[in-house]
């Protein structure tokens, strides 16, 4: 069993930056890869990032890529991510997942364990 906790999350500005982090409990956390997922009112939880078990690896849905940068610490079992340049656009719900495969990391079906979430508000 693997528990996550996001935190960092809060209301800034277009243009700003926040560091959300994500710390886990439990066994193993650094054989699991650890993704990150937003969801806006209305929509459906999408891909943001993923980062592999050893970090040489990461993964960027396009709209963050080069504003985002996702990176962990295995042994504070812990997984940031930094955004900076945000938009009105990022304003979601953001969620850490944890999962046991390397294949299929933009999709949520794919991870094990979630965190409750954490909100971004970017105003204009």
């Known amino acids: 069993q693997v528990q996550l906790v996001e935190s960092g999350g809060g209301l800034v500005q277009a243009g700003g930056s926040l560091r959300l982090s994500c710390a886990a409990s439990g066994r193993s956390f650094s054989s699991y890869v650890m993704g990150w997922f937003r969801q806006a009112p209305g929509k459906e939880r999408e891909f943001v990032s993923a980062?592999?078990?050893?970090?040489?690896?990461?993964y960027y849905t396009d709209s963050v890529k080069g504003r985002f940068t996702i990176s962990r610490e295995n042994a504070k079992k812990t997984v940031y991510l930094q955004m900076n340049s945000l938009k009105p656009e990022d304003t979601a719900v953001y969620y850490c997942?944890?999962?046991?495969?390397?294949?299929?990391?933009?999709?949520?079906?794919?991870?094990?364990?979630w965190g409750q979430g954490t909100q971004v508000t970017v105003s204009s």
């Open positions: 980062i592999t078990w050893s970090g040489t690896s990461t």
């Open positions: 997942a944890a999962s046991s495969t390397e294949y299929g990391l933009g999709y949520p079906d794919q991870y094990d364990y």
